[in-house]
T-cell receptor, first 115, second 111 residues
Framework: GAGVSQSPSNKVTEKGKDVELRCDPI?????LYWYRQSLGQGLEFLIY????????KSGLPSDRFSAERTGGSVSTLTIQRTQQEDSAVYLC?????????????FGAGSRLTVL | GIQVEQSPPDLILQEGANSTLRCNFS?????LQWFHQNPWGQLINLFY???GTKQNGRLSATTVATERYSLLYISSSQTTDSGVYFC?????????????FGKGTKLSVKP
């Protein structure tokens, strides 16, 4: 697609429920990133996929968080047993790869509210 | 881990004024990018600038990698420049995907 597409744009859920957030990167972009932005804060790195390499999961805050990328394209971020502190905007970005090609294009984000 | 500090945290300008935003980082980096987040939350990449100087219209950026800082210049500011400006870096020799963001500079341009 022309840009990075994320869905849903807004999600309200109850504490303890599981949620899935989807990211559709720009066609041809081999790298995909997930970040989290809490209200009024900077961006917190979550996970990075590059081609067929093992993902860099070093930013995932707990084992309730997981992500996968199928077919080198669409990615799903799953949060199990959501907690109120998970409320944030989840941002996905993609890029062509490494070095000078590693210029990130962000999606509009998925705003998650856990009640 | 690497520290990224941005200053000032907040900046209020009158339309037409110039400004300089600063990003200091604590270690050698192989990637440095500047982003603008508009008031609706959309993040736009402004520059990929691990070293050197680049210009794009009213915006320019300079990174002095040996001294571990980068500057973003905004000239003749407009109300549409309002938002938060983020600097993001990745550690030299580290994961290129692990871009560490600073806390940002919130810019408000008044008409």
């Amino acid at each position: 697609g022309a840009g990075v597409s994320q869905s849903p744009s807004n999600k309200v859920t109850e504490k303890g429920k599981d949620v899935e957030l989807r990211c559709d990167p720009i066609s041809g972009h081999t790298a995909l990133y997930w970040y989290r932005q809490s209200l009024g804060q900077g961006l917190e790195f979550l996970i990075y996929f590059q081609g067929n390499s093992a993902p860099d999961k070093s930013g995932l805050p707990s084992d309730r968080f997981s992500a996968e990328r199928t077919g080198g394209s669409v990615s799903t971020l799953t949060i199990q047993r959501t907690q109120q502190e998970d409320s944030a905007v989840y941002l996905c970005a993609s890029s062509l790869g490494q070095g000078r090609a590693n210029v990130l294009t962000f999606g509009a984000g998925s705003r998650l509210t856990v009640l | 881990g690497i520290q990224v500090e941005q200053s000032p945290p907040d900046l209020i300008l009158q339309e037409g004024a110039n400004s300089t935003l600063r990003c200091n980082f604590s270690d050698s980096v192989n990637n440095l990018q500047w982003f603008h987040q508009n008031p609706w939350g959309q993040l736009i990449n402004l520059f990929y600038i691990p070293s050197g100087t680049k210009q794009n219209g009213r915006l320019s950026a300079t990174t002095v990698a040996t001294e571990r800082y980068s500057l973003l210049y905004i000239s003749s500011s407009q109300t549409t420049d309002s938002g938060v400006y983020f600097c993001a870096v990745s550690l030299y020799g580290g994961s290129q995907g692990n871009l560490i963001f600073g806390k940002g500079t919130k810019l408000s341009v008044k008409p």
